[in-house]
């Protein structure tokens, strides 16, 4: 039922939305940044690898508000292989995406941002990777899973630690 003033269907939908659950709604994905390099071409193509090379990975997560639309979360991908020294290839990638959150309390809002938004990323990241090696001329490399709770409670206690 409207009241006199018109407002009775803004003022239903503002009740309902303060008694919804919490929402995450993902506005935009890209790649913010893409680079691979296969510094010993074409001789990584044709050498006969006595053994496989060594592949070190890193995960960072980073997030920064973006006006009023919400929040962009970077989810920063690194993979190197590396063999008797010499690096094979390098492989650097920022997946990004720009979500709006809502109905989350304040207090749980910086974990919700960095675990829950990587999770939703990471497997659009991790199909990035495993084509990119690939185009590169190796065989395709599928990250495992990776636990963002894990990850959120290490740079909290290494935070912590570190104040």
Do not use: W
Request: net charge negative; with cysteine; glycine share 6%.
């Amino acid at each position: 039922m409207a009241n006199e003033n018109g407002n009775g269907n803004a003022a239903a939908a503002q009740a309902q939305a303060a008694q919804a659950g919490p929402s995450l709604d993902v506005l935009a994905q890209y790649i913010k940044d893409l680079s691979f390099e296969n510094p010993k071409a074409p001789g990584s193509m044709t050498d006969q690898r006595p053994k496989q090379p060594s592949i070190n990975f890193n995960v960072q997560v980073n997030a920064q508000p973006v006006g009023d639309l919400g929040v962009e979360v970077e989810l920063k991908l690194e993979a190197r292989a590396v063999e008797a020294d010499a690096v094979i290839f390098n492989l650097e990638l920022v997946y990004a995406g720009v979500f709006r959150i809502r109905n989350v309390p304040q207090e749980q809002l910086h974990p919700f941002i960095l675990i829950e938004c990587p999770r939703l990323l990471f497997p659009f990241a991790r199909q990035i990777v495993a084509e990119t090696i690939s185009s590169g001329g190796f065989p395709p490399v599928m990250l495992g899973m990776i636990d963002f709770a894990h990850l959120y409670r290490q740079r909290a206690a290494q935070q912590a630690a570190n104040a």
